[in-house]
């Protein structure tokens, strides 16, 4: 899997795909018809490819990183003549050919990219947008991403502005506690009747102060009355977590650097890439890619891989994000096992991670057996028990089962993963059931144990990858705007 | 899950009998109507102490989940023992679902339309006898549910797993509801032997016994082609009990293995209680030259049509339809607008043996009795029962002789020979060669405008001089200045159909010819994208030959 020598599975170049439309048209391209003048060398692809124009479009990728070039007027990256390249490249029928002399206007190009590669650490590093400790302020984190500032900024000016933050994000804060103090004393049965339009403007509030974990806290608080039988309970539960958040940030002062770096995660206080990986130590292993989930809302894309320290054991989630149709960085393969540092986000239970450096790949990589060894229901849901009494606030944490068996649902019960040798079982999350396909899984383990990997929280285990050996990915791109709950 | 029963640890804000629902109970009234079971803090109003409270509560339950009681699952898919695909060819299977399901939007007109291309993949991949990825297998039945023409050939690739799947979702029920795919044997049955139930029966025995409907069906079909005479030994054995439809679609599926050792079965059959059953029983009974009912028709027609001293065709249509008749599945209702007397007539003719035909008229051979004239406008009768029971038959002598050259115009004055009615059936009675040369030649002369049936009883990749013909009209259609489109059904099946090696031949017809005053505007710009997308097909067909090759041993 080493992505510098040897060819590219069918698999990982669709897995850089920033869409389902790229991925089929990216296919349709993969045919040698439409490509001339194709070549290979050093980590370099190149074709032309016949369009509708007269001028054929110059393709040309490079497979450190990777980075895509196209004279093609699309606005997907990569374009679906990278795609579809790549995808002729991997399938190594001859079609491109190894080994051959670039053309100037490739060779050039690969150059000048090497070139400022070697120049400064950012090719490699592949920095994300900075980010706070979940996907759960997807929409902050990418703006915090957009306003970074620069490297000359002065010392004194960005304290100044810290502080300006923290005084908005205290001021929303004391609002939202007045504002569920209020629910909770007129009681929770008003809420019902209340509707959207008072949160409306209590989120709006948020943004005005500069917290967006709140305000996506607040925008699911507008949607559980009309969420179905129960919706009392988890109205409250709620209630009750985003009054931890106001209380959390309202005495950060007063709690451990772990659980205030928490608390200002959670609140979308976003620490930027450039500072963690100056002030945080990386952790090296072998990572092996566990999975891979995208979202959407319709402009941004919010890429989740998951990985697994083969020596370290560790748990990392990387989070990226794609605005306007481009493919989130990195595009790691399901499966893929890669030597890296990782840099974990301050937390009182780290998972987020950025990518820090990507060190060789030895020869004998993927030698071993393809899937990871799990663990039983209980030990899952213990690790969730054992994370959240660290973070409250954690909705899931990344498991990867063993032996477990899926029961598809029936009418009056969801689905289930059983692990015949105890009786128990733990609930698939329902809200899995229009993004998830469990029908795959189910097929993949035909009635008998598999091992998955996902995410084991209070509502459920949500599968995200299982094996056959080979990785089965079993998440499509999730549409958030339908989701109970309007969670992103 | 369900949360734990352990006693919550105390703390000093909550009373500790206060249960999670006294909590919620509390919230939902309001703290102003009901005093909250906590105890808030010096300075503290009530709500903020219920949230608090609220805030214990939550992440204690959460954190102490047990697990649920496990439901029973599914008891396990029967093993499948085919070859699992070559790594290419699977993800080329992934990609043509995939298109299924994203159909081509905003992709360019000059590009392959993969799910045309998913029957032949099916279709080669089950001819090499792979089986289809576990991971795939729902695509694939979505796939097969949304297009009926899929169905056999996706359900043969799916195999036991995919029926499996089939019975655990409402979605997938049409699997389970006959032609579904081919099944094979269960492995295991040798012979009659005692199977692992230990009841005498062998599997087969047993899944023909206790099977579903669409299980019995295949495993007949497979039974059927793997020894005819067992097959048929396996049907007889429970015929009594079963439903008329179920005859019915039992008895259709002998059609293919059809041997003059049905031929008891069948005249028993004649008798059924289903009107439906005793059609189809005779129906078989006419495709067997040899047949008992076969002879009885033939000695009715000799009754009927006869040669005169002149050299013509005499008829004399039989006067009633008696029971012995009727019992040999002739309908006496004609269709309305049709005579009785023809219509007995014509249904006799089509289940008489055509070898008689030479043996009554003087060792002629069919040609010489096609050409024959026929006495009081009965030809166009006559001739079109011969073409029913050429068709029946397989007579490729037959086919021929009516079928006559492909070049022939059809006569303006004249009636149509009835062969062109409907020439595509009788040319299925004919070898490939011959078939796709007789296509091929009527192309030559009249063009593509009604070539597309019969271009469709081809044999595929189509051999030459067929291909070469196909080629040739619409560069004739496209010099001619017309618009591709007019042609669409023509250019998808020579997507599907034409040889991969065609390819390079075509190349450059992919060019934008010049514009001349006799053209269609633009029209040179859409055939190149036309011949672009059939040398796109043919190359990414070529591909998929190579990807899915023959499993090793």
């Known amino acids: 899997m080493n992505p510098q020598g ?483 | 899950m369900t949360p734990r029963t352990a006693p919550p640890a105390t703390h000093p804000a909550v009373s500790p009998d206060a249960s999670w629902d006294d909590l919620v109970a509390a919230a939902l009234l309001g703290t102003e109507r009901r005093t909250p079971p906590v105890t808030p803090r010096p300075g503290q109003d009530a709500a903020a102490a219920l949230l608090d409270a609220a805030a214990l509560s939550t992440v204690r339950r959460r954190a102490g989940l047990r697990p649920a009681p496990a439901r029973p699952a599914p008891a396990p898919a029967p093993a499948d023992p085919r070859p699992a695909l070559p790594p290419a060819a699977r993800s080329r299977l992934t990609m043509l679902l995939a298109d299924r399901s994203a159909p081509g939007r905003g992709s360019p007109r000059s590009a392959p339309d993969l799910a045309e291309l998913l029957p032949q993949w099916l279709a080669l991949a089950n001819h090499h006898g792979y089986r289809a990825p576990d991971a795939l297998l729902p695509a694939l039945l979505d796939a097969a549910r949304a297009r009926t023409d899929l169905r056999p050939e996706a359900l043969t690739l799916g195999g036991p797993r995919a029926l499996w799947l089939a019975r655990l979702n409402g979605e997938w029920k049409f699997a389970l509801r006959g032609g579904a795919g081919r099944a094979t044997l269960p492995p295991e049955d040798t012979g009659p032997a005692a199977g692992p139930g230990g009841d005498g029966r062998s599997d087969t025995q047993r899944l023909w016994e206790e099977g579903l409907f669409a299980e019995r069906v295949s495993l007949l079909a497979a039974a059927r082609h793997h020894d005819p005479a067992a097959g048929l030994a396996l049907l007889s054995g429970t015929w009594a009990t079963e439903r008329a439809e179920d005859r019915l679609m039992f008895l259709d599926s002998l059609r293919d293995d059809l041997s003059p050792s049905d031929e008891p079965f069948l005249e028993q059959a004649l008798a059924d209680r289903s009107r439906n059953v005793r059609a189809t029983a005779a129906e078989l009974l006419s495709a067997l030259p040899g047949s008992a009912l076969a002879a009885r028709m033939a000695g009715r027609t000799r009754g009927c049509v006869s040669l005169t001293g002149a050299g013509r065709i005499a008829v004399e249509a039989p006067g009633a339809c008696d029971s012995a008749m009727q019992r040999d599945g002739i309908v006496t209702k004609p269709p309305s607008g049709r005579g009785e ?19 009554w008229f003087g060792g002629l051979d069919a040609a010489a009795i096609v050409a024959l004239p026929v006495a009081d406008g009965w030809q166009a009768d006559l001739h079109a029962a011969w073409c029913r029971a050429a068709v029946r038959q397989r007579s490729a002598e037959w086919s021929r002789a009516l079928l006559g050259a492909p070049a022939l115009p059809p006569s303006p004055g004249d009636a149509a020979p009835a062969a062109w009615r409907d020439p595509a059936r009788l040319l299925s009675a004919l070898p490939p060669e011959e078939r796709a040369g007789w296509v091929a030649e009527f192309i030559a002369s009249h063009g593509l405008s009604d070539a597309f049936r019969l271009l469709g009883v081809c044999a595929v990749p189509w051999a030459e001089p067929l291909g070469r013909a196909v080629v040739d009209a619409l560069d004739i259609a496209r010099d001619a200045g017309s618009y591709p489109w007019s042609f669409s059904g023509v250019m998808g099946l020579a997507e599907r159909c034409l040889d991969p090696g065609q390819a390079d031949r075509l190349e450059v017809l992919t060019a934008i010819p010049d514009e001349d005053e006799d053209t269609a505007p633009g029209a040179g710009g859409y055939w190149s994208e036309a011949f672009q997308r059939l040398v796109g097909t043919l190359r990414l067909r070529e591909t998929i030959r190579a990807e899915l090759t023959p499993p090793g041993p």
């Not at chain 1, 079609?95 to 206007?105: A, I, K, N, R």
């Open chain 1, 6 to 488: 040897e060819r590219w599975t069918a698999e990982q170049v669709l897995a850089l795909a920033p869409d389902a439309a790229s991925r089929t048209a990216g296919g349709r391209l993969a045919a040698a018809a439409p490509w001339s003048g194709a070549g290979a060398r050093d980590g370099g692809v190149w074709g032309l490819c016949a369009g509708s124009g007269s001028t054929p479009y110059r393709t040309v990728v490079d497979l450190d990183g990777p980075g895509y070039q196209c004279s093609c007027p699309s606005r997907k990256f990569p374009c679906k003549h990278a795609l579809g390249l790549l995808l002729l490249w991997a399938s190594g029928s001859g079609e491109v050919p190894d080994g051959g002399e670039p053309p100037e206007w490739a060779g050039d190009w690969l150059t000048e990219r090497r070139r400022r590669a070697a120049g400064g650490p950012g090719l490699r590093a592949a920095p994300g947008p900075a980010g706070n400790g979940d996907a759960e302020a997807g929409h902050g984190d990418a703006e915090a991403g957009r306003r970074r500032p620069g490297g000359g900024a002065d010392p004194e000016a960005v304290r100044h502005r810290a502080e300006r933050r923290a005084r908005r994000i205290a001021a929303g804060a004391s609002e939202l506690e007045r504002r569920l103090t209020d629910l909770l004393r007129d009681g929770l049965a008003a809420a019902d009747r209340a509707g959207f339009g008072a949160w409306d403007e209590t989120a709006a509030r948020m943004i005005d102060a500069q917290a967006p974990g709140l305000e996506a806290r607040v925008r699911e608080l507008a949607a559980i009355p009309s969420s179905g039988a129960g919706w009392p309970s988890r109205l409250l539960e709620e209630c009750a977590l985003a009054h931890l958040l106001d209380q959390g940030f309202l005495h950060i002062d007063t709690l451990s650097e772990e659980l205030a770096a928490t608390t200002r995660a959670r609140i979308g206080v976003t620490l930027p890439v450039a500072e963690l990986l100056a002030s945080a130590e990386p952790v090296r292993d072998r990572w092996l890619v566990l999975g891979r989930q995208d979202g959407t809302d319709g402009r941004l894309t919010t890429r989740r891989v998951w990985l697994r320290g083969e020596h370290t054991g560790r748990m990392a989630l990387l989070l990226s994000f794609g605005a306007g149709g481009q493919s989130p960085e990195p595009a790691l393969p399901t499966g893929l096992r890669l030597d890296a540092d990782l840099v974990y986000y301050p937390s009182a239970r780290p998972l987020r991670a950025a990518l820090a450096e990507r060190h060789p790949t030895p020869a004998d990589a993927g030698s071993e057996g393809l899937v990871p060894p799990g663990t039983g229901v209980e030990t899952a849901l213990a690790a969730y028990g054992e994370a959240l009494a660290r973070d409250p606030w954690l909705e899931g944490w990344p498991v990867v089962l063993a032996g477990v068996t899926p029961v598809p649902g029936t009418e009056d019960a969801g689905w289930q993963l059983a692990d015949p040798a105890t009786g128990l079982a733990l609930p698939v999350d329902p809200r899995c059931a229009g993004r998830t396909d469990l029908w795959r899984l189910l097929a993949t383990a035909g009635g008998g144990p598999v091992t998955v990997f996902g995410e084991c929280g209070h509502r459920g285990f949500a599968p995200v990858t299982t094996w056959d050996p080979e990785p089965v990915p079993l998440t499509a791109t999730a549409t958030a705007t339908t989701s109970q709950g309007g969670r992103r």
């Open chain 2, 341 to 359: 007397r023809s219509w007995w007539l014509g249904q006799l003719v089509e289940a008489t043996p055509l070898d008689r035909w030479t043996e």
